[in-house]
């Protein structure tokens, strides 16, 4: 805690001087695609990268002090050594606890919990003014509220709070079979209403025709008869494709039990299914072999450095949308007949409070207050392969999902205008918060996911270094050449850590 403490003093005071001379600030937190930076641009970083420890784990009252910069797979290995999980864990496991709190985290227990932000009991912030706060439930309720999901636009978060609950050996797996969206629908509302049953429940749509509804219930007892499955390791099957060959040998259910770890992070290896696509971009044989083969590729740290190295070049939809659940069947009826995008992600969500930029249900903005549970649809695939196509789908996508009084995700790329966006958000509550914390020289939400389409158009049709990219296979190869450049920056941050860590032991000897 002194080390923090001097930590963030530091940055508090970077942050003071940066607003006393009225100077925009952007935030480094451990990694960037930028190679060269100016004299100047650097002065306005203010770099946080180093705030990435679990600083306690406390048995006694199941919380963890969690730097923001800790990922999830760390903070995972960290609480199971005392027993204990946090109760929402993002599936991939480089996502971080302030990028948790930050963006939007809804995962296969947030049926149960709500959102990731609903487990945490306080966060450390520095205002865009220097000064350092507690916000919490009881203590600057609307900021510790408004911040979640609002992309930092309110200060930077330096320390968190996590709720933790009892970990047990394994996950008991089981995997329902359903022929169709409205079945899968049925099916998720009947789990979810057995809420002390199950700890896990999500789905995934193979096909108009084929799905499957997936529980988990933590457990520490293992049936004799029923095997125990893995995923992370290279030789292991894709986590999706496993389920797919479970649920197509017949319609009783199939139980099996996955370590809590490796059920956690089941997703990591192939990206749920995004990592097909780079089979399909190299006309590259998918099967077991290729795909073990070239594992070390295929695992979310690499394909997200892959996604965005090429995010101009590539027409790929990367949308997560919220709908009721009531209006997902219709939903996925719309994105089959314009873009017949399968397997689909299905993850039901309990609704937190208002007003907030996680995905709500737009009735639910009238009087502020949770309604029925939505169903989170994760929608990943490849799109039109003309600019102008690419972006009038995922303009109609948003529409669609307003129309049926969803939300969605803000990590992925929004196309909205600005006065569509504030229509749907809420600008008066946000705006007052900005003033009331001295946020107003950050960049708002808007500002920060906003796509200008005429902008990037003319950029797109007028640079020639992006239509170099857009042909095949440039586009593939600069992808590999991104991920190579990353990984020896994983490796090198890697060695940092680890001569971090060792100065802290011998500090603490």
């Not at 005392?82 to 971080?96: D, Q």
């Not at 190299?282 to 073990?292: D, T």
């Not at 979310?300 to 090429?310: E, F, K």
């Not at 600069?478 to 500090?507: N, P, V, Y």
Request: net charge neutral; aromatic share 12%.
């Amino acid at each position: 805690m002194n080390r923090h403490e001097k930590d963030v003093a530091a940055i508090a005071a970077q942050v003071k001087e940066l607003y006393s001379q009225r100077e925009p600030f952007r935030i480094y937190h451990g990694s960037t695609n930028s190679t060269r930076v100016s004299a100047l641009e650097r002065k306005r970083i203010v770099d946080i990268s180093h705030l990435k420890f679990v600083l306690n784990v406390d048995s006694e009252s199941r919380t963890a002090l969690v730097e923001p910069n800790v990922p999830m797979d760390r903070l995972v290995e960290t609480t199971l050594k005392y027993g204990l999980i946090p109760p929402v864990v993002m599936e991939f496991p480089g996502i971080t606890v302030g990028g948790g709190y930050a963006g939007t985290s809804g995962e296969s227990s947030s049926f149960k919990y709500g959102f990731f932000d609903r487990t945490i009991n306080y966060v450390e912030m520095v205002l865009a003014n220097g000064e350092i706060v507690m916000a919490s439930a009881t203590e600057r309720s609307d900021l510790f509220n408004g911040a979640a999901g609002a992309c930092g636009s309110l200060g930077i978060t330096t320390l968190v709070e996590i709720q933790l609950i009892e970990a047990k050996k394994y996950v008991e797996t089981t995997y329902h079979a359903v022929t169709s969206m409205p079945a899968a629908v049925e099916k998720l509302q009947n789990v979810v209403k057995c809420e002390d049953q199950y700890d896990y429940i999500d789905g995934i749509l193979f096909s108009k025709t084929k799905g499957v509804v997936i529980t988990g219930h933590l457990t520490d007892e293992v049936s004799s008869d029923k095997p125990i499955r893995t995923f992370s390791r290279a030789k292991d099957p894709w986590y999706y494709l496993h389920v797919r060959d479970c649920i197509s040998k017949g319609d009783v259910p199939v139980t099996e039990y996955i370590p809590i770890d490796e059920y956690l992070f089941r997703y990591d290896r192939g990206g749920f299914w995004v990592g097909r696509s780079a089979f399909q971009y190299f006309y590259a044989p998918f099967n077991s072999f290729m795909r073990r083969y070239l594992d070390k590729y295929l695992r979310t740290r690499v394909l997200y450095t892959a996604l965005h190295s090429t995010r101009h070049a590539q027409p790929y939809v990367v949308q997560d949308l919220a709908l009721p659940i009531s209006s997902a069947s219709e939903f996925v009826e719309y994105t089959d007949q314009i873009l017949s995008i399968y397997p689909l992600w299905l993850c039901p969500l309990r609704q937190g409070l208002q007003p907030t930029f996680n995905p709500h249900s737009l009735d639910s903005m009238l009087d502020h207050k949770s309604t029925q549970p939505m169903l989170n649809i994760g929608l990943w695939g490849w799109g039109p392969s003309k600019r102008d196509a690419f972006l009038k789908i995922n303009r109609d996508l948003e529409e669609k999902v307003r129309e049926l009084g969803g939300m969605k995700w803000l990590y992925a790329s929004t196309y909205y205008s600005e006065t569509d966006f504030w229509d749907i958000y809420g600008h008066d509550w946000y705006n007052d918060l900005r003033k009331k914390y001295h946020a107003m020289s950050l960049p708002s939400v808007y500002d920060k996911v906003k796509t200008d389409i005429e902008a990037e158009t003319k950029v797109v049709k007028s640079s020639w270094w992006l239509w170099f990219l857009s042909i095949w296979p440039i586009t593939g190869l600069w992808s590999l050449w991104k991920i190579e450049a990353s990984g020896q920056r994983q490796l090198a941050d890697k060695f940092r850590w680890e001569s971090i860590e060792e100065k802290d032991r011998k500090d603490i000897e």
